[in-house]
């Protein structure tokens, strides 16, 4: 079956700095990628909708500025937390569309931020 | 709002037993997945279910899709304790409404006891 890769699996970083997280469709060409959070013990919940080769659409109250997405190729979304506070620590993860609509999932990447 | 409610939010049950969750959605769907996450670790994908399709068998797992309910069932057979994990279904929807994002139910959190 399809392959989604995200990377890295997780990060510890001091407050300040910027993480960037890959995500990457090994066997399709992704024209859309979605990025979630996830909080400890809740749902996940969609951040945005990234869109090759065009701007990303981000949820309500979701600040475009915090967490920049980039997906300048078919096979790779990039999502950079900007300046992370500990507030940013989270749990995100990444899907990937392929042609026929059909969603497959990273496995995640647990960001602590000191 | 969040598509995907899955029920019960949290089940305990004696090894060997089986487990049933629910997931009702709201909208029409493409497909429904299930999947499995450990704690503080990734998504697994579990099994796609398609619009079209009622019932698919995985191994210990049988999913059933009942779309004039808008609801879905994932049946854990002879359960181990190694089963222990939280549970989500994640639905995406027709082209024509949402851009096939995926939304994540709530999550049954399942406790197999040894």
């Known amino acids: 079956g399809a392959v989604v890769s995200q990377h890295p699996s997780w990060v510890i970083c001091k407050s300040g700095t910027s993480v960037k997280i890959e995500c990457r469709s090994l066997d399709f060409q992704a024209t859309t990628m979605f990025w979630y959070r996830q909080f400890p013990k809740q749902s996940l919940m969609l951040m945005a909708t990234s869109n090759e080769g065009s701007k990303a659409t981000y949820e309500q109250g979701v600040e475009k500025d915090k967490f920049l997405i980039n997906h300048a190729s078919l096979t790779l979304s990039t999502l950079t937390v900007t300046s992370a506070h500990p507030e940013d620590s989270s749990f995100y993860i990444c899907s990937a569309a392929n042609p026929n609509e059909k969603l497959f999932f990273g496995s995640g990447t647990q960001l602590s931020v000191l | 709002s969040q598509q995907g409610e899955e029920d019960p939010q949290a089940l305990s049950i004696q090894e060997g037993e089986n487990a049933t969750m629910n997931c009702s959605y709201k909208?029409?769907?493409?497909?429904l997945q299930w999947y499995r996450q450990n704690s503080g670790r990734g998504l697994v994908h579990l099994i796609l279910i398609r619009s079209n399709e009622r019932e698919k068998h995985s191994g210990r797992l049988r999913v059933t899709l009942d779309t004039s309910k808008k609801s879905s069932s994932l049946l854990i057979t002879a359960s181990r304790a190694a089963d222990t994990a939280s549970y989500f279904c994640a639905t995406d929807g027709p082209r024509n409404t949402n851009a096939g994002k995926s939304t994540f139910g709530d999550g049954t959190t399942l406790t197999v006891k040894p």
């Open positions: 909208t029409s769907i493409n497909n």
